[in-house]
């Protein structure tokens, strides 16, 4: 079983739908309330935003505007 990035055992499930949204269109994936999106975003270039699916919150990047 893959490890979540807080260390809490047992670890975080992955149940947060979160958008990534690129310039042809977006995607959703699912993932932990922990995981290290910045690093999702560093992986998978042309991603443009990260978003919560469920409550709209921005994940990445931080603190800019739109």
Not at 13 to 24: A, G, K, M, Q
Not at 28 to 36: F, L, M, R
Request: proline letters at 8%; one cysteine or more; aromatic letters at 10%.
């Amino acid at each position: 079983m893959a490890q979540c990035n807080c260390g809490v055992d047992p670890h975080c499930p992955y149940d947060r739908p979160v958008v990534f949204r690129r310039v042809e269109g977006f995607y959703i994936v699912v993932g932990t309330d922990c995981e290290n999106w910045s690093l999702h975003a560093e992986l998978n270039p042309g991603t443009v935003e990260i978003s919560d699916a469920v409550t709209g919150e921005r994940l990445w990047p931080e603190g800019t505007l739109q």
